[in-house]
């Protein structure tokens, strides 16, 4: 079965602590991105890659980092999450971009509270 | 810079029909169309090229002004399965890679 995986899918955590995002995908897929999704605002890009080693920054990069060593993962990190931090998170992945005809697919999505 | 949804939220009679509107001050390469369950992720419906075409997805369709820079998403008939916010996402080119959603627009349907 087509999955995006991710993991945890809920987390409690305090100012300052640094933490991991696990997203992984079985479909072989380039591309992959991050999003952050807050009430009235819509989903916002952080992050996206398009292909091993390759990524960029999204509409709200600040605050995050990620790495895409292996085609199948990428990890979302928070080295020293705040509150405003708090959000639904999001990972998503398509075979290449949507525009090119890609059907993108999103993973359960990870709730985060920073305290 | 996020495309802008109207209107924010619907609430519909089984049946009835809804237009979403999906609009960006800047060109557009394409615009797609999503929908979300309360507690759920995102779910892919359809994506329109700049060309002016229209889409269908069951009674769910879509056409896209590029002129305008404006889509719209049509719900006909609509359904009780049809409940959920709906989104607009758009790429300014081919393989832009960097996606802009709108806020979303909560469609209620009811019995």
């Known amino acids: 079965e087509a999955q995006v995986t991710q993991n945890p899918r809920y987390l409690i955590t305090v100012t300052g602590k640094k933490l991991t995002v696990t997203c992984s995908q079985n479909m072989n897929h380039e591309y992959m991105s991050w999003y952050r999704q807050d009430p009235g605002l819509g989903l916002r890009q952080i992050y996206y890659?398009?292909?091993?080693?390759?990524?960029d920054k999204g509409d709200v990069p600040e605050g995050y980092k990620v790495s895409r060593k292996e085609k199948r993962n990428f990890p979302l990190i928070l080295e020293s999450p705040s509150p405003n931090q708090t959000s639904l998170y999001f990972c998503a992945s398509s075979r290449d971009s949507v525009s090119s005809g890609n059907t993108i697919y999103f993973g359960e999505g990870s709730w985060l509270t920073v305290v | 810079q996020q495309p802008v949804q109207s209107p924010q939220a619907v609430i519909l009679r089984e049946g009835e029909d809804a237009v979403i509107n999906c609009s960006s001050s800047?060109?557009?390469?394409?615009v797609h169309w999503y929908r979300q369950k309360h507690g759920e992720a995102p779910v892919f419906l359809m994506i329109?090229?700049?060309?002016?075409e229209q889409k269908g997805h069951e009674k769910i369709s879509a056409s896209f002004n590029e002129k305008k820079q404006q889509s719209s998403l049509y719900l006909t008939a609509s359904q009780l399965s049809y409940s959920g916010t709906y989104f607009c996402g758009t790429e300014r080119f081919l393989n832009d890679y960097k996606l802009s959603f709108g806020a979303g627009t909560t469609v209620t349907v009811r019995a």
């Open positions: 800047k060109a557009l390469y394409s």
């Open positions: 890659s398009m292909n091993v080693e390759v990524t």
């Open positions: 329109l090229l700049k060309g002016g």
